[in-house]
């Protein structure tokens, strides 16, 4: 069975850095596109960022793009999502994602989800 647990999360003042990570296992990852999505307060959960397990395909909501980056480590089964210049509008509940497919599109759906982890950003 395939677990997802978010780690990094945590209150940080405007301007500072913080980096999620995605620790996954219960399957082979080669093959799927990883990714992390936020919700808001009050807001519907949107997409941040994906990647595929070649790293040949990447994407960045226009939100983040710039000061995000995404990345997987070689055995594929963590991926982090380096968040740089955070602003107070990035505080959400940060959510990894994977998709047993190599996708060259933009995903909208997510199979497997993470629980979530928190990020707050002070002004």
């Known amino acids: 069975q395939v677990q997802l647990v978010e780690s990094g999360g945590g209150l940080v003042q405007a301007g500072g850095s913080l980096r999620l990570s995605c620790a996954a296992s219960?399957?082979?990852?080669?093959?799927?596109?990883l990714g992390w999505s936020r919700q808001a307060p009050g807001k519907e959960r949107e997409f941040v960022s994906q990647i595929t397990w070649n790293r040949d395909s990447i994407y960045y909501a226009d939100s983040v793009n710039g000061r995000f980056s995404i990345s997987i480590n070689n055995g594929r089964t963590t991926w982090y999502l380096q968040m740089d210049t955070l602003k107070p509008e990035d505080t959400a509940v940060y959510y990894c994602?994977?998709?047993?497919?190599?996708?060259?599109?933009?995903?909208?759906?997510?199979?497997?989800w993470g629980q979530g982890t928190q990020v707050t950003v002070s002004s």
């Open positions: 994602t994977a998709e047993p497919r190599t996708a060259t599109d933009r995903l909208s759906t997510w199979k497997f």
């Open positions: 219960g399957a082979t990852f080669w093959g799927y596109t």
